[in-house]
């Protein structure tokens, strides 16, 4: 670490950068699982919905759509 200035850290790769980058870094880094995870669920319902099921994508998103589908799966 260096004695001159404690709120810089030397990264891996030999670059100084300050703590406030390092944290930005860890919180986009803690977010990029999730924000992935949501890019793929819409990706899927669109794919499933439009080319799959042969139905408009714009379909996906209304809630009578849903709807059917929890009466279909949940129906007694």
């Known amino acids: 670490m260096n004695d001159q200035d ?3 850290r030397e990264s891996p790769k ?3 950068r ?3 980058a390092k944290i930005v870094l860890r919180v986009l880094r803690a977010l990029l699982i999730p ?3 949501l890019v ?3 990706v899927g319902l669109w794919i ?3 080319y799959i099921g042969g139905r ?3 379909d996906v998103w209304q809630w009578s759509t849903w709807k059917h589908l929890f009466d ?3 129906a007694t």
């Open 40 to 42: 793929a669920l819409i």
């Open 48 to 50: 499933g919905y439009s």
């Open 56 to 58: 408009s994508a714009a």
């Open 35 to 37: 924000f992935l995870c």
């Open 72 to 74: 279909l799966v949940f």
């Open 18 to 20: 300050p703590r406030w």
């Open 6 to 8: 404690t709120n810089v």
């Open 14 to 16: 030999g670059k100084l």
